[in-house]
């Protein structure tokens, strides 16, 4: 008899993955309804909330609430990020 899945439970969250490369334009981004949770994958990340910068390498994490305005830029050649989304 095979095994039954585990039920999946999301609570609404989403999961994306993002290539970024230096030099390509960084849109600003506005989730009104949901904090975001940056991780860099790979590379060196600029992230810009609300006007006031950092910078975050391999395994850097940044919590984003939800409303804030922010950017997010390759601050060296290519990087990759993985974005959680949770609604409030």
Do not use: K, N
Request: aromatic share 2%; glycine share 12%; with cysteine.
């Amino acid at each position: 008899m095979p095994l039954a899945a585990p039920p999946q439970v999301s609570h609404g969250a989403a999961l994306t993955f993002e290539t970024l490369r230096e030099g390509d334009p960084a849109p600003e981004r506005l989730r009104s309804g949901e904090d975001t949770l940056l991780r860099v994958i790979d590379g060196l990340v600029r992230l810009t909330v609300e006007g006031e910068e950092r910078l975050l390498g391999t395994g850097g994490e940044a919590i984003v609430p939800a409303g804030a305005r922010h950017e997010l830029a390759s601050a060296c050649g290519e990087a990759r990020v993985m974005a959680g989304f949770r609604p409030r």
